[in-house]
């Protein structure tokens, strides 16, 4: 880089640059064409000039991006250099800067952590959710850094964090993060452990998502990490009464080169026959599916709430029956009597052995129209008066014959 950019970023002169802006308007360009440099922009934010910072992010964001030769960013050097100022106005325009990583893999989130600074991890952790997962190339995510170390608060922030999230990833950062394993196949509960801190390992069985019985490359599990060390019943017990258990006592995990040669068993086969059949269907075809299956349920959901006209609904008060669904048949039904004979003789009462003993004759008016039907309570209908008086009945409850006229 220029010397004179390099004294105008240095001083933050907003001016001056702009005068080297007109004498080569390829300045910055040229400085962009270089892998690792140092930029104006690491250099006005470890200096902690924002102005000048934020008119380097409008004229070549691509700048923020980039490593010095030692391997950082702008944002690293504002972390390294206590300019805070400077990182929250580079989180403003960009949130996903804390996430990229510089030497050995470390962001700014590791290195917030790594300070302690508790406010800063937490405007970290809300601006970018994601930047939890990221590792360096030890394989230390976050928390593999605060136990490490000795920083309680640090923990707690992330441990409550990951417990108050509603990321619709929250569960898979969750097993991730507090059962990730670092080069050595230690997790979070190792390390805890390791450095013999009670309070860590108590907060860290409090968290459903952590495995508990996990072993390294060692051969050691996180109640093995104890031994050898003094003062460490605290912390054992917590362990045990947790559940958890040394290496010799848990069961040998099947490798994945055991788990490939296994046969599969018919339910594993149903199974991936189903994954296949479904990985065949198009998304569009999905979508189609899913709508017809959407106006069948409305369809019947529909035809519950109205059903077909003459049925009885709690709600509707009294139902009035549709002509088409009607009762054919009404609830009492007379048949019309045939004519009177003109000869002035009238049919015989039924003879004493065509009736039941006891049962009196009820004669039957003669209808208008062929039917009667049941009068509501509120009106009485008179009958006719009957064609034939019947007698009275005898003795043994025998109707006799009528005598003719």
């Known amino acids: 880089m220029d010397e004179r950019m390099r004294d105008v970023a240095e001083a933050g002169d907003i001016e001056a640059l702009y005068a080297l802006i007109q004498e080569n308007s390829f300045v910055l360009d040229n400085i962009d064409t270089f892998p690792f440099v140092d930029t104006p922009l690491h250099i006005a934010a470890s200096k902690g000039h924002i102005d000048f910072a934020m008119e380097m992010m409008n004229l070549k964001p691509s700048y923020a991006r980039k490593l010095d030769p030692a391997g950082r960013s702008p944002m690293h050097l504002a972390l390294l250099n206590c300019q805070t100022h400077v990182v929250h106005e580079l989180l403003k325009v960009d949130k996903d800067l804390v996430r990229v990583k510089g030497r050995s893999s470390w962001t700014p989130l590791h290195y917030a952590v790594e300070k302690g600074n508790l406010d800063l991890i937490a405007e970290f952790l809300e601006a970018c959710p994601e930047c939890i997962t990221d590792v360096t190339i030890q394989g230390q995510n976050a928390i593999h850094i605060a136990?490490?170390?000795?920083?309680?608060?640090?923990?707690?922030?992330?441990?409550?964090?990951?417990e108050k999230i509603t990321h619709k990833d929250a569960d898979i950062w969750n097993k991730q993060v507090l059962n990730g394993i670092d080069r050595e196949g230690n997790?979070?509960?190792h390390i805890a452990t390791s450095i013999n801190h009670p309070q860590m390992v108590g907060l860290l069985l409090e968290c459903k998502m952590i495995s508990k019985n996990e072993v390294n490359l060692n051969g050691h599990s996180a109640l093995d990490m104890l031994s050898g060390q003094v003062n460490n019943s605290e912390a054992a017990n917590i362990l045990r009464q947790a559940g958890c258990l040394e290496a010799k006592r848990i069961p040998a995990r099947q490798t994945l080169a055991e788990s490939l040669r296994t046969r599969m068993s018919w339910?594993?086969?149903l199974r991936r026959t189903m994954v296949r059949q479904n990985n065949m269907i198009s998304s569009d075809m999905r979508n189609a599916m899913l709508v017809v299956?959407?106006?069948?349920?409305?369809?019947t959901y529909q035809t519950c709430l109205t059903p077909p006209g003459g049925v009885w609904q709690g709600n509707l008060g009294d139902p009035v029956p549709s002509p088409s669904s009607a009762p054919s048949t009404p609830s009492r039904v007379f048949d019309t009597p045939p004519p009177p004979p003109t000869s002035g003789v009238f049919p015989s009462s039924p003879s004493p052995s065509d009736l039941p003993s006891g049962k009196a004759i009820t004669p039957t008016p003669p209808p208008t129209s062929g039917v009667f039907r049941n009068p509501p309570p509120s009106e009485a209908v008179t009958p006719p008066p009957?064609?034939?008086?019947?007698?009275?009945?005898?003795?043994?409850?025998v109707y006799r014959d009528p005598p003719f006229d």
């Open 386 to 397: 009957p064609l034939i008086t019947p007698s009275p009945p005898t003795a043994s409850g």
């Open 293 to 299: 299956a959407v106006l069948i349920l409305t369809a």
């Open 147 to 162: 136990i490490s170390n000795n920083n309680f608060e640090t923990l707690e922030l992330l441990v409550c964090w990951l």
């Open 267 to 269: 339910s594993q086969k």
């Open 187 to 189: 997790t979070v509960l």
